[in-house]
């Protein structure tokens, strides 16, 4: 194994130390939002107001994707990287002072801490990719194999592990809070990313990702119309899914098909693991040889519509609405993974080379954005209309995703720039 490991690429290798980084930070990020969701709960919190605890978390997210990926031109992703792990290490020391300092101020502020370390690590990790990968097989038009089937492969490989390894991050949150309690366990998280930070300073390149030319602020803002048109859909992808997930479907499953806790959040887990690995495959399932582009985006966010009103109409039926949401969640699950997947490699093929996180930034600002819309609209729309409103506005949002995406131009000559 290690002999292995020796004759690999400098940039192979490199690849597996953000890989490694990358899936170490996700594992505390899923396990601390499974802590916060079952503590507060034992605290007679309501699901919209532990909802509500994640706001700064997605807030600021919108932020730091924003100004991160200007920061890492000037820096490089080394040490915005570096800057990940040491907030989220700082995050989740905050969370284990004891119970009577443990505040609802206070977790706001340390989920805006780690909102700020999660979209930074990611910024970085998914910036990386394009420098990292060799371009002397450019000349092979064999999916896989040219630069555009390896840039495809290892941006689903990175994200898809990512989302699987969150949804074992849920079960590592619960099992560290049955075995250890909440305060014992954000310590034993923090001194494990601690170790990681002191591992990925001695093995990162410095320079990795720092722009030849230093940036200016105001480049932060994308002039290429195919990157703001990509942001957009991606920015509507997003809200289309967290519109009905991440409140008014747990919300539902508890409170109208009667579901225990610790059932809701197990399935939630099962779903994102399960998403991850869809993905991950991703490259397997789609061919991004024979269309362009936009051309397969669109056409997946089409199918994302469809099983949207699908659901809706099932809904109305006369079949069990609890095997109703269940299938229809894990086929959305699925058709969502293969979208988001294709949409991350086209953020990467899009972006400039020097100074690739500026353009990776700006992205994902529309990423978290979505998000962040998405959340609060979750619960505002459930508490008001109910479930059909949540997914009659995620339709239209997937809708508007798959319209957006036909304007973005993927070239040969930006997937090698």
């Not at 949207?308 to 609890?322: G, H, K, P, R, Y």
């Given at each position: 194994m290690l002999n292995k490991l020796q004759?690999?690429?400098?940039?192979?290798?490199?690849?597996?130390?953000?890989?490694?980084?990358?899936w170490a930070f996700t594992l505390t990020d899923g396990a601390l939002r499974m802590l916060v969701v079952l503590y507060f709960h034992q605290l007679g919190y309501s699901p919209l107001a532990i909802a509500m605890l994640f706001l700064f978390y997605e807030f600021f997210g919108v932020v730091t994707n924003l100004v991160g990926g200007w920061l890492g031109a000037r820096i490089g992703l080394n040490r915005t990287m570096q800057i990940g792990l040491v907030l989220q290490v700082a995050a989740l020391a905050m969370l284990s002072v004891p119970d009577q300092y443990l505040t609802v101020v206070l977790v706001m502020a340390a989920q805006a801490l780690s909102g700020i370390a999660k979209d930074l690590n990611k910024m970085s990790a998914k910036s990386s990719i394009k420098a990292l990968i060799p371009k002397?097989?450019?000349?092979?038009?064999?999916?896989?194999?040219?630069?555009?089937?390896?840039?495809?492969r290892w941006v689903a490989l990175l994200t898809g592990s990512k989302n699987t390894l969150k949804g074992i991050g849920f079960f590592l949150g619960g099992a560290l809070l049955t075995l250890l309690g909440f305060q014992s366990a954000m310590l034993a998280m923090a001194s494990a990313l601690f170790l990681v930070v002191i591992a990925s300073q001695l093995l990162l390149k410095k320079d990795l990702g720092k722009a030849k030319n230093k940036p200016k602020f105001n480049d932060i803002f994308s002039k290429s119309a195919s990157l703001n048109y990509l942001s957009a859909a991606r920015l509507c992808l997003f809200a289309a899914r967290d519109v009905w997930f991440v409140v008014a479907i747990p919300v539902f499953f508890v409170s109208e098909l009667a579901w225990q806790h610790?059932?809701?959040?197990?399935?939630?887990?099962?779903?994102?693991?399960?998403?991850?690995?869809?993905?991950?495959?991703?490259?397997?399932?789609?061919?991004?040889?024979?269309?362009?582009v936009h051309a397969v985006a669109s056409q997946w966010g089409g199918m994302l519509?469809?099983?949207?009103?699908?659901?809706?109409?099932?809904?109305?039926?006369?079949?069990?609405?609890?095997?109703?949401?269940?299938?229809?969640l894990?086929?959305?699950?699925?058709?969502?993974?293969?979208?988001?997947?294709?949409?991350?490699?086209?953020i990467v093929a899009l972006a400039k080379e020097d100074g690739v996180s500026i353009d990776v930034g700006f992205y994902y600002m529309a990423n978290a954005m979505g998000r962040l819309l998405g959340t609060i609209f979750s619960g505002l729309m459930y508490q008001q209309y109910g479930l059909m409103a949540c997914l009659v506005a995620s339709s239209v949002l997937a809708g508007l995703a798959a319209l957006l995406v036909t304007q973005v131009k993927v070239t040969d000559e930006a997937v090698t720039a």
């Open positions: 004759t690999l690429s400098s940039e192979v290798k490199q690849y597996l130390v953000i890989t490694a980084n990358y002397d097989s450019g000349q092979n038009e064999q999916q896989g194999t040219s630069f555009e089937g390896k840039l495809f610790h059932h809701v959040g197990l399935f939630m887990a099962l779903w994102v693991i399960g998403y991850g690995i869809v993905q991950a495959l991703s490259p397997k399932l789609v061919n991004l040889s024979t269309k362009p519509t469809l099983s949207v009103i699908a659901l809706m109409i099932a809904l109305n039926s006369e079949i069990s609405v609890t095997w109703v949401l269940v299938i229809g894990l086929f959305f699950g699925a058709v969502f993974a293969i979208n988001s997947a294709v949409h991350s490699y086209a």
